[in-house]
Structures are given as C-alpha cells and as structure tokens.
C-alpha cells in the first residue's frame, strides 16, 4: 500500500512536470517559429511581405526535443554517474542541452533568413540578440522538467530504460504533443489574424502574414504571449495527460490479472476520450453550423 | 482544383515487380539469418519483422495534415507523420517495456493502448483548439460523409480550404494507427530483449545480472531506431499528408508494408548480427 501511495504521489508529480514541459515547449516553438506555421514565416518574404518575426525551424519539433532531451538526460546521467548530486547534475545537464539549442535558433535563423537575401529579406541582429535568449529560457524550461521526470520514473517508479533513452523517448513524445495541439494556433490564429475568425486560412492568402503590432513591428515575443494563452497551455495539458494517464494506469492497476488490469484501465479511457472528442467536434456542427448551405456546398 | 487539392495522384500505383525483388529480398535476409543463427537469431528477425510492419501499416491510419493543417486549410494534425507516430509509438514502446516482465501477449497489447491512448489524448486536444481557441469546426477535404457518423462534411468547410480539424473518423484512424505502432515497437523490442538477454552473458562473458543494463539500453535504442526506419518509409509512401483510413492515400499500404517488411529485416539482421557474430 505505502508503495501504491508513493508511486501515486510521483506520478502526479511527473504530471505536472509534464504540462509544465508541454507549456513551455509550445511557447518556446512560438516565439523560435519553429514547427509547420514556420513555413508562412519563411514563404512570406518570397511574396513580398518583409517581417522581422524569428526563424529557427532546422527540423520538426519531436526529432528537436528529442535531441534535446536526451542530451540532456545523457549528460545528467554522466554527471550522476561521476557522484554529481542528482538536482545538480539534471541541472547541468540541461543547461549544455540549451547551450546546443542556442547554437542551432542562432545559425538556423542566419542560415534561413539569408536564404531569402534575394527576396530583400534582411537578417536583423537585434532579433538574434533579443529572442535567442528567451527560446533557450523556454527551451530550459521544457528540458528540464521532462529530463526531471525521466529521472522519476528512472528512479522512483523503476523503469528499465536507462535515462538517456527515456530522455529520447519522451522528448519525440514532447514534441509530437506540443506540435499537434500547438501548431495551429499559432499559425492560424496568430500569424492570419487579419483573417476571419472561425475560418481556416484561405490557400489564396498564403504568406501574407500579419507584420505589424500596435505600435511598429511585431515581434515573435508578442506572438509567444499571445499563444502561450490558449496554444501553451492546451500543449500543456495534452502532455501532462499523456505523461500521468500513462502512468497512472500502470502504476495502479498493472498487478490486476496479471497486467490486464492496466489494459482495460487504458481502453476505458480511450473510449471517454472518444467520447470527449465526439462531444466537441457535435458542439461545434451546432454552436457554429455550415459556412454555406448543404445543398450548395461543392 | 485547388493547391492542396492538386497533390500529385501518380504515387499511388502499385509496381508488382518491385514488390516480388522486396519479398525476395526479405527472403534472403531471413534465409541469411537462419544460417547465422539458425534458433532463436531466426525467432527474434521474424518478430522484428511483424513489428515493423505493424509500425508501417499503422502510420497510414495516423491523420497527419502538416503545414496546410497549421493555417487551418487542410484537416489533421499539424506536424509530420514520421514524427507523430513516432511520438505515439514511443509513448506505448515506453508503456511496453514496462511490462515486459508480464510476457509477450501482455506487453505487447500494453504498448499498443499507450500508443492508442496519446493519439486519443492527442486528437482529442487538437480539436479542443481548432473548435473552442479557433471556432472552426471540423471539416474532411476527402470525403463527402464521414464514414462512421455519416455526418457531411462539405458545408462545414471554410470558403478556400480543403477543410479543417479532425473529423471522427480521423479521430478513429489516428488512435488505431497508435495502437498498432505501439504494439510493432513493443515487440520489436521485446524480441531484441529476449535475444540479447540470452546470449550477450556468453558473448561477453559476464553474469546474466550483469548483461541486463546493457540488454535492456540496446533493445531500446534498436527499437527506437526501427521505429523511426518504418515511420520514415511510410511518410515517403504517404508523400507528407493524410487524413486517415478514408484517405485515399490509404490504399497506397501493401507496398509500404513490404518495403517495411525488407527494412525491418535488415535493420533487424544487423542487430542479430551483433550477438551472432
């Protein structure tokens, strides 16, 4: 029994590193530009519309984090393995994976943006100077968190898996996350924000992003803000879900029948999902209803 | 037609003779391990095999709309495939090897519901943003009806998009598509873990106590990196974007499945060979 209440007790734990690490993730992939919105960011320029938004996307946000995260867990793990203290070492490992994120926002931002010189797209030093900082702070901030629960369920819940590898599996797994919940607020929300809300970009306006804040030019720190609210912290969710339901479900009814107990536990909630989703995707046919008439719809 | 909707069709096609030289490449491969190791060499690469397949035919159902899905001008997930399926695949191949200890059949379906239960998790949030952060509702490009709520779709499509969102059956797709990647990654690892677990003392001459760390990292990082082989392949096949099983994409899977097969077998073969050798 004291044991089911520890585990519990590190799985919400794990949870809630994990929305944390979700959140973080999301804004830090907002204000780089990283990710498919990137790709308006990039083909803006092509189409005459000059910005001075971030440009950072050298690869998709799983395979990114995933790097990331396990080099992070790699270095921790070295850093235990030499008598480091565990919150000193996850501490140190992270910030070397940072430092490696800053190297990559800062030469894909130059390598990117000096691809578009012959679309008179110029590379801003003080963009490099003012967002490279906060991508790294965020980026330190999802690093960190997954690499702590890595080591959790390394070494509270005994999984097998080494840390470096876990680093590498929940990173992809991170980013995956982050990506899908977050990728289209921000690209169609933030970026077409001087297109109609509750419509999906028409194909013809594509590139014309909107360039210009409230006073000058808009930056990819106003864009962090305005996704971390609704972008950030649906990522946030959908990974600490995915983090504590996965765990949850073992660490309690694993030893039911002989491990059919977590399998039903997690086909049950697949199915409330289901249901959840089912329940939107009906609310919105209702609530919104058709952009044309049935009969005239091609 | 528009943009999205001009996506080259010509992919589709199937060459039978290019099908026949991968079966007969399979066949060689496997006939190769028999004669290296003939017991359980031969055991793990058919395994290996079977879950590399199920990675491959599984990604076809995860609905993956890329950039296009980022602006809301196309339905699905906004990220790759290969990425995606590789994050619910890894999520189960985690939930798997916890379980290893529980036999084959158990961990296997174990891995499987972690995978189904990320893409689940997953979907369900993506259409949490599009319909109460974006108001737009869902919307398939592909299909007139949606195959198993029989809603319509074309009304529900924003004017210049090829629609939006996840429509149920899109839903449906991706959590069955998580399911089978999680369960191909188990097993691969499971397979490896076996093998590896029985012959690396021999190989290294240590207590099997010992070997278990190093078992444990190996057929992991196998396993990751067999997932990523097969994910990757089938991308290729899907060329980029899908919308699930009613895509008509969808149908473009036996020559994925043996491209997974002969992919799978090498990959597999050389971390066979490791130990064998």
């Known amino acids: 029994m004291e044991q089911i209440v520890f585990g519990i007790g590190i799985t919400a734990l794990t949870g809630a590193l994990a929305t944390i690490a979700g959140s973080a993730e999301d804004t830090e992939s907002n204000i780089g530009s990283q ?119 390394n070494g509270a819940l005994g999984h097998p898996f080494p840390l470096p590898l876990l680093g590498l599996i929940w990173g992809i797994a991170l980013g995956a996350a982050g990506s899908a919940t977050g990728n289209p607020y921000y690209g169609k929300e933030r970026q077409y924000q001087n297109q109609k809300f509750g419509a999906g970009v028409p194909i013809s306006a594509s590139g014309n992003i909107v360039r210009y804040a409230e006073a000058g030019e808009r930056n990819s720190l106003d864009n962090g803000f305005f996704t971390h609210k609704i972008g950030g912290s649906a990522s946030g969710i959908c990974f600490g879900l995915i983090v504590f339901l996965e765990i949850w479900r073992t660490i309690l009814f694993e030893e039911i029948s002989a491990g059919w107990g977590a399998i039903v536990v997690g086909i049950l909630m697949i199915l409330i999902f289901t249901v959840a989703d089912r329940y939107i995707e009906v609310w919105a046919r209702k609530n919104y209803g058709p952009y044309t008439e049935a009969k005239v719809a091609s | ?57 599984g990604t076809h159902f995860v609905p993956v709309g890329g950039a296009p899905a980022a602006m809301g001008q196309a339905p699905g997930i906004a990220t790759g495939v290969a990425m995606l399926a590789a994050g619910a695949g890894l999520a189960g191949l985690f939930g798997g090897a916890w379980a290893a200890e529980q036999g084959l059949v158990v961990a296997t379906v174990t891995g499987g519901v972690g995978g189904g239960l990320m893409m689940a998790i997953t979907c369900m949030m993506v259409n949490f943003v599009y319909v109460f952060g974006m108001g737009i509702p869902s919307a398939s490009g592909k299909v007139a009806k949606d195959p198993i709520t029989g809603d319509t779709q074309a009304e529900f499509k924003s004017q210049g998009t090829e629609g939006h969102g996840l429509p149920f059956v899109s839903f449906v797709g991706g959590v069955i598509g998580g399911f089978l990647g999680g369960a191909g990654g188990t097993l691969i690892y499971l397979q490896l873990l076996q ?10 001459g240590v207590p099997p106590a010992q070997v278990m760390p190093i078992a444990v990292a190996a057929a992991g990082i196998f396993a990751v990196g067999l997932f990523l082989v097969n994910a990757v392949l089938t991308a290729y096949n899907i060329t980029g974007t899908i919308e699930g099983p009613h895509d008509p994409k969808f149908k473009r899977w036996p020559r994925s499945i043996v491209a997974s097969a002969v992919a799978s077998a090498l990959c597999g073969f050389v971390a066979i060979l490791i130990v064998a050798l």
């Not at chain 1, 790097?67 to 790699?74: D, M, T, V, Y």
């Not at chain 1, 679309?119 to 790294?136: A, L």
Request: proline content about 5%; overall charge positive; glycine content about 10%.
């Open chain 2, 195 to 204: 093998l590896y677990e029985a012959t690396l003392p021999a190989v290294m």
């Open chain 2, 1 to 57: 037609m528009s943009a999205v909707a001009a996506k080259p069709q010509a992919g589709g096609a199937m060459n039978p003779t290019a099908m026949v030289i991968g079966i007969v490449m399979l066949l060689i491969i496997l006939a190769l391990c028999w004669y290296v190791s003939p017991g359980l060499g031969l055991m793990a690469l058919i395994g290996i095999t079977i879950g590399g397949v199920l990675i491959g035919f």
């Open chain 1, 35 to 153: 990710g498919d919105p990137n790709s308006q960011v990039q083909l803006a320029p092509q189409m005459g519309f000059l910005h001075r938004i971030f440009n950072k996307a050298v690869a998709g946000e799983p395979p990114a984090y995933g790097l990331w995260c396990a080099l992070g867990a790699g270095l921790a793990w070295a850093f235990m393995a030499m008598q480091i203290n565990a919150v000193l070492a996850i501490v140190l490992g992270c910030v070397l994976a940072v430092l490696v994120q800053g190297v990559y926002a800062t030469t894909a931002y130059l390598g990117r943006t000096a691809s578009l010189a012959k679309f008179g797209q110029p590379v801003y030093i003080d963009v490099i100077k003012s967002m490279t900082s906060v991508t790294m702070a965020h980026a330190f901030i999802a690093i960190f968190c997954t690499v702590t629960l890595c080591h959790l369920i």
